[in-house]
């Protein structure tokens, strides 16, 4: 019998599948554009295929909308 895989990690967030919501760069994750809409918000870290219109021009405090720039 298949051994079934959780869909949500415990804090309730989707578990990614590599290749299709994240890939290694580097030896970094790097979230694709649709693991962040399955997640369902902006994280504010300024991640490259953020589909939320947010980004970081500094440090993590100081963001402004990608449509203000």
Known sequence: MEEKKPMASAEG????IEGEDYYLENGRWVFTAAYHLKRGYCCGSGCRHCPYGEKVTGSNDEKTSKRES
């Open 13 to 16: 967030l989707p578990i990614p």
